[in-house]
């Protein structure tokens, strides 16, 4: 697949650096970004290492197939793009790509309220209660983000069949229905954000085609790809993808060691390390505590607490069947010339609101929010290959970390059989 942001492998700093980070999501494309484009004497020297391949703008799969296709696993696909841990308690979907889950997230863009932060660190807590605008808010850092990922509301999104079948029952209960602040482009068209070796990353409108989670083909979704990793190649950073930490550890001179499993392709790979004066380890919520917990077993001393106390950002799916309501769900993706998508507009995955016990305390409040399903055609069906998979990687997944590229590539090669 081209690349535009990623460098080649052979392109690493064979002194290290001073910033390596790890994961190119929220954490640590802005990060990364603010890092190497900061005002420092001397500069400093910023890595991104990616687990997952660069997506250029067109290149997301927008059938059946090309879905399945690109399903993580560690063992028969370690580069996919869809990534689906079930647990006995929670079940979590992640994108495994240049930008992190902000390739498959549903773009919504919403601030917590202050009393959120109730029970947070005594420092956020405080800024919480600061008003926007004034030295030391934590807002003011929200508004920066909300600037740069060009937060907006869908300048029609009220028209949509799907926000009016949410407005209906909100109206039934009394309750209001608002449309959500997404990261999504709707007003700028043909506006180049990246340019490289001839390649370009280029910004288009939303067409509300409504494959949002499945990735956006059109160059709409302001992804992490859209923003703060070109701002952070823009400063120097090195962005190398395809690149799995495996473990770090503490090294001479107050450096430290990151061994790291690189792939050319989803069945070779070959260990490396890299060297670096700060490791900023920007996962995700599963992928951090992850790295932490392999290097804890090479002898890093980490806290007991590690790997605790998590949660999740939405308790349950539902599904409405044979309504009285007439919506467009369905997406159509990148196939303009579909008779679907001169009848469907389905819009951007999530757009409406409605807030319940909104009065309440933190804990005893909740919101519904309008979906539209990507790649309607097919629904739901991907999923139970993508359940089957990750439970049959989980069993053999401690044996194979250990073992050599050749009995990994043997092991990938049986199953692939199977």
Known sequence: MDTILANPWKDRRPDGYDVVVVGSGYGGSITAARLANATLNPHRTVCILERGQEWPIGKFPDNLGDLLGNTYNPLLNPLGLYEFDVFPDIAVIKGNGLGGTSLVNANVAIRPEPDVF??????????????ESKPGSLWNYYKLAEETLEVSSHPTGSSLKKFQALKKRALELGLLVETLPLAVNFQKEGVEVFQRNGKSIVKRKC??????????????????????????????????????????????????????????DPVSSDEATIIARTVILAAGALGTPTILLRSRDEGLSTSPTLGSRFSGNGDFFALAYNSNQVTDILGW???????????????????????Y???????????????????????MLPLWPFVFCQALSRVIRTVLRRRSDLTRISWALMFRVL
Not at 212 to 241: D, E, Q, S
Not at 341 to 346: D, F, G, I, P, T
Not at 368 to 373: G, R, T
Request: net charge negative; glycine share 10%; aromatic share 6%.
């Open 207 to 264: 067409i509300d085609c409504g494959d949002c989670v499945t990735g956006c083909n059109v160059g709409a979704k302001n992804t992490l790809y859209m923003n703060y990793l070109p701002l952070a190649k823009a400063g120097g950073a090195h962005i190398f993808t395809q690149s799995e930490v495996e473990h770090i550890e503490k090294g001479q001179d107050d450096h430290w060691i990151i061994h790291v499993n690189h792939r050319d």
């Open 357 to 379: 016990h909104e009065k309440e305390l933190p804990n005893q409040r909740f919101v519904i929010e309008d979906l539209s399903i990507p790649l309607g055609r097919i629904g």
């Open 333 to 355: 993706g990148n196939h303009q010339a579909d008779p679907i998508s001169k009848l469907v507009r389905a819009g951007p995955s999530i757009m409406g609101l409605v807030r």
């Open 118 to 131: 109730a029970t947070w660190p005594s420092a956020l807590r405080q800024a919480s209660q600061i008003g």
